[in-house]
């Protein structure tokens, strides 16, 4: 979607490996998500940032870890990546509370991650 | 945490008809918020429509709606005149008002006939 942009959009790894997942916005928000997406489960919150430098944890944080150094990006870290986190990423931004409540939230148009 | 729960994984409707997508969710809170979101096969994630837990009134969006009962805990989407644009996974999802985060249901799939 405008203003949201993830790289890369397809990825296979092999398992063990780091991978990093990035999100990058122009629209300054604050808050940022990232989410995973697997069939029969929804989307369920991996981690997310209300700020540079503040984040937290979701719902499915084991094995993830993020940073955001600047308003624009959000990375998400596999640290060592496993089968079991196969799945599709998205990221998420939205403004102030209100501005989220009434406009919805912006997702990105999704990581496909392959670990074999 | 909060649980959406979408009990229709799937659901058909012919071209023209009305459907109505279930989703209840639980929660202890006063005040929040509810969304329908829909994602065709791009994946793309595309907002239908969004309701306020304070406001009585069911939201409306050309063809649109919601049947939102507060006390019962339950918000369905419902589509008049469908399309078959309209196929499309649809999700429901719940935000706390002094949240941040959208917490999703599992999602239903609309499949539209002609």
């Known amino acids: 979607d405008a203003g949201i942009t993830q790289s890369p959009r397809h990825k296979v790894t092999e398992t063990g490996t780091p991978v990093t997942l990035r999100c990058h916005q122009t629209?300054?928000?604050?808050?940022m998500y990232w989410y995973r997406q697997d069939p029969g489960h929804g989307l369920r919150l991996i981690h997310y940032?209300?700020?540079?430098?503040?984040?937290d944890k979701g719902e499915v944080s084991d094995g993830y870890s993020v940073s955001r150094s600047k308003t624009e990006d959000f990375l998400l870290t596999l640290e060592s990546a496993t089968s079991s986190q196969t799945s599709v990423y998205f990221c998420?931004?939205?403004?102030?509370?209100?501005?989220?409540?009434?406009?919805?939230?912006?997702f990105g148009s999704g990581t496909r991650l392959t670990v074999v | 945490a909060q649980t959406v729960t979408q009990s229709q994984p799937e659901m058909s409707v012919q071209e023209a008809e009305t459907v109505t997508l279930s989703c209840t969710y639980d929660?202890?809170?006063?005040?929040?918020?509810l969304f329908w979101y829909k994602q065709p096969p791009s994946r793309q994630m595309i907002l239908v429509i969004r309701?306020?837990?304070?406001?009585?009134q069911n939201a409306t969006e050309n063809r649109f709606s919601v049947n939102f009962q507060k006390a019962a805990k339950s918000f369905s989407l419902k589509i008049s005149d469908s399309q078959l644009g309209d196929a499309a996974m649809y999700f429901c999802a719940y935000r706390r008002d002094s949240g941040y985060a959208l917490n999703f249901g599992k999602g239903t799939s609309l499949l539209v006939t002609p």
């Open positions: 309701q306020e837990a304070y406001k009585q």
């Open positions: 998420a931004i939205s403004g102030t509370r209100d501005s989220a409540s009434n406009y919805g939230y912006t």
């Open positions: 629209e300054n928000h604050r808050y």
């Open positions: 940032s209300y700020g540079v430098k503040d984040t």
């Open positions: 929660t202890s809170e006063s005040d929040y918020y």
